[in-house]
């Protein structure tokens, strides 16, 4: 079977100026529907004196004031699900629970959450018989993943997790060639297995897994695509909008998918960001039932645009690289643990390191707590600290009584407002 050949929805192809206009299109349309009636749309059109005859362009688009993550739930609880709604509850597919606890409405639109061309361009064939190990109690994990296998053609076995025994005997007993979950998951089974004296390559078929949910680290994917001689790919979505990115079989990054509108934006202001630059990964999915305009994921991202060989020409996210709420803003500029973090590992000295902001008299201090293994050249580190976030951090050395404890958060934010 060619896994890499060919992609779902020739849109993936499109040139820059065909996907902008089919931006434009579709965040209209998305826009229109929810000025009929969307309330919570409606009153933050109105509060930001906008109208939807404002919105010509996409520049004018990202004037539109992003709805925060963490806004959605007081909205939903205040106001009712209705609220945020263009049909009424009945009108729906499904309505999952995730927590917090969040109302997910899926409505009946096909493909809705829009997951079919990233399976598609992770190998996923028609005839592959597919298990499934998300959860389908409650939150959307396991249905949101389950139909764009049915939309390619694969037969499913809806497993759900845990069970690691049971999993593996499935996996032996059918011709199984694809996984849906957790890669540390995928790990654990291959290591029960392992255990059990069976052999991964010869008595399992597995050929291709689509792995979302958590931080997929290279040697993770490497350990376990050798182990079963599989390809691992990741997609990257939330359970209030679906799929925003995947990966191809080339690597690289995240396509950005073709059924929302992604931007990368200043945390603070909404604004979008020039290519490259580090922000919030915004959305706005197409689907008219719950319209989620510039939703503020809360997530950190890049974007990067060049050309890749699997043919698709959406840009990439280069990753999700932290979260908002573990950022800061000090002198007008955003710290980034992420950041931080690469320049740290590149002095294997530091064992640990904790950035953190405090404030005296009106002024900001960045202090950078560094538990060292053994003696660092200032010189060295603080220019190259300077160079990536554009800040002079005043270091502080720890002694050997005074470490960072294990699972600290990498910033810490001490400052005080009066
Ligand atoms: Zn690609």
């Known amino acids: 079977m060619d896994r890499s050949n060919g992609i779902y929805d020739q849109v993936e192809q499109d040139t820059p100026e065909a996907r902008a206009a089919r931006q434009l299109d579709k965040v209209q349309t998305v826009i229109a529907t929810a000025m009929k009636s969307s309330g919570e749309f409606k009153a933050r059109m109105k509060a930001a004196g906008l109208c939807a005859k404002d919105i010509k362009d996409l520049d004018s688009f990202s004037r539109i004031p992003v709805l925060r993550k963490k806004e959605l739930l007081g909205l939903q609880q205040d106001k009712g699900l209705d609220w945020l709604l263009t049909a009424a509850p009945g009108e729906l597919s499904r309505i999952y629970q995730s927590p917090g606890p969040l109302f997910d409405p899926e409505g009946r639109e096909k493909d809705y959450w829009g997951w079919t061309e990233g399976f598609y361009a992770a190998g996923f064939r028609p005839g592959d018989l597919v298990q499934m190990t998300f959860s389908y109690h409650l939150t959307p994990a396991g249905l949101m993943l389950e139909e764009p296998l049915r939309e390619i053609g694969c037969a499913v076995i809806p497993a759900g997790p845990g069970n690691t025994t049971v999993q593996s005997q499935l996996m032996t007993s059918l011709p199984v ?242």
Do not use: W
């Open 177 to 418: 060639t694809g996984f849906v979950g957790m890669t540390s998951f995928l790990k654990v089974i291959a290591d029960k297995a392992s255990a059990a004296g069976m052999d991964l390559k010869k008595d399992f078929n597995l050929d291709v897994a689509f792995v979302a949910a958590e931080r997929l680290p290279e040697s993770l994917r490497t350990e376990v695509e050798e182990a079963f001689g599989m390809k691992v790919r990741q997609g990257y979505g939330t359970a209030d909008v679906g799929c925003l990115a995947y990966e191809c079989l080339e690597l690289g990054g995240m396509h950005v998918s073709s059924r929302c509108y992604v931007e990368i934006c200043d945390p603070q202001t909404g604004s979008p960001l020039p290519m490259g630059e580090m922000g919030e990964v915004v959305v706005t999915p197409y689907t008219l039932s719950y319209p989620l305009i510039r939703f503020g994921t809360g997530d950190l991202s890049r974007m990067v645009d060049t050309p890749c060989a699997c043919g698709r020409t959406a840009p990439k996210l280069a990753g999700i690289l932290g979260r908002v709420d573990d950022t800061a803003k000090v002198k007008g500029q955003f710290i980034y643990p992420a950041q931080v973090a690469q320049v740290v590992a590149k002095f294997p000295q530091i064992e640990k390191h904790q950035i953190v902001i405090t404030n005296e008299d009106d002024r900001d201090l960045l202090t950078l707590k560094l538990q060292l293994s053994a003696p660092l050249d200032e010189s060295v580190f603080v220019p190259a600290f300077q160079e990536m976030v554009k800040l002079r951090p005043a270091l502080d050395l720890l002694k050997n009584s005074d470490q960072i404890e294990d699972g600290a958060a990498p910033l810490v934010d001490l400052r005080t407002y009066e």
